[in-house]
């Protein structure tokens, strides 16, 4: 089987190259700034609409994931005609050309697909996003779903795991790099979320795609947990001076984008596959355990 992930250079798209490599799939990978050196893996930028049907009709893919985007929540908010570009018509290049090809369509979604008015969100629950990077994942979600291409929408939340040099950080390396060297860090206590352990998630998408699974996913962790508790965990799992740890309320950080709480049920992924996603401890554990070998 051919497998096309775009964004493999990218945090989530780096662990799902990793990991499906060990699979007996025939993977290839796109990268844009970051380059990537197999022989499987292109240069490409989704928004060239020209550049992405040459690759599609070179590879000839069964199962594309799509995890490219303008992940960074603000820059979508100042810079809405790049996260346009990006977010929006580049993921219509890639449903035209997937349509063209029959091939199955992954798409990497997000917990701001959601307004955060209800306690807690299952998947067919109506979206109602208030970013901007939300909004352009919600025009997404609907142009698949519309396009009747078989595919998964897999909404995700604060994704942690080991990083590459040159991709963004998370909150727990951000936690662990800066009480490490002893500096304090100020964690927000009225944010809340649901942290996913990137190999955990990888785990699911690679159970969904053995079981032929379509339609919408919350694969996220299953504790839902405040910031500064998390950072608190963080602390006990890493021997950290919890002591370093600064409690803010986010309205300090004066950030564009306004934030809401949305607390994503994983019970269908338990109920269907029959696998509880990690909690918080868990997935901090497996971390320890992967720079352990
Ligand atoms: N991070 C989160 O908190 C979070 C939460 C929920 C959902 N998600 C979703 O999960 C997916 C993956 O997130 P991530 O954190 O792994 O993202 P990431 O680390 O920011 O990686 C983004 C990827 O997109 C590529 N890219 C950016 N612009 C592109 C363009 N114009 N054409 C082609 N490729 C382009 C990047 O390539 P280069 O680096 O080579 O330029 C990189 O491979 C995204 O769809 C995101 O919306 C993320």
């Given at each position: ?11 989530i ?48 893919p069964?199962?594309?994931i ?23 018509k580049?993921?219509?290049n890639?449903i035209?050309?997937s ?30 996003p ?27 939340d ?6 590459e040099?040159?991709q ?5 390396l ?53 910031r ?39 019970k ?21 355990k992967?720079?352990?070998?």
């Open positions: 089987m051919k497998i096309l992930i775009i964004g493999g250079s990218g945090v798209g780096t662990k799902i190259r990793n990991i499906l490599q060990k699979d007996k799939v025939e993977l290839f990978s796109t990268y844009m700034k970051h380059k990537l050196d197999s022989k499987n893996d292109f240069f490409l930028d989704i928004r060239e609409k020209d550049k992405v049907e040459k690759l599609f009709l070179k590879i000839q069964e199962i594309i799509h995890t490219s985007a303008i992940t960074n929540i603000d820059l979508c908010e100042d810079d809405k005609k790049l996260a346009d570009s990006v977010n929006i580049g993921t219509e890639i035209k050309l349509e063209k090809l029959n091939s199955k369509l992954i798409f990497i979604s997000t917990s701001f697909v959601f307004d955060g008015k209800q306690s807690s969100y299952n998947e067919t629950d109506l979206t109602n208030t970013t901007y990077y939300g909004k352009t994942k919600e025009v997404c979600e609907k142009k698949i779903i519309d396009s009747k291409l078989d595919h998964l929408i897999l909404r995700t604060q994704p942690y795991c080991w990083i040099p040159w963004h950080t998370n909150s727990v951000r936690i662990i790099n800066t009480l490490k060297v002893k500096k304090n860090h100020k964690e927000i206590i009225d944010w809340y979320n649901s942290p996913t352990y990137v190999p955990d998630f990888v785990q699911i998408t690679q159970k969904l795609i053995d079981k032929n699974k379509s339609g919408i996913y919350h694969v996220v962790g299953s504790e839902y947990i405040s500064f508790e998390w950072a608190e965990k963080i602390c006990e799992n890493f021997d950290l001076d919890q002591n370093l740890l600064i409690p803010i309320k986010s309205d300090e950080l004066r950030l564009s984008a306004k934030r809401v709480n949305v607390n994503l049920s994983n269908k992924i338990f109920n269907e596959l029959g696998i509880k996603m990690m909690g918080i401890n868990d997935g901090m554990k497996a971390m320890i992967e720079k352990m070998f």
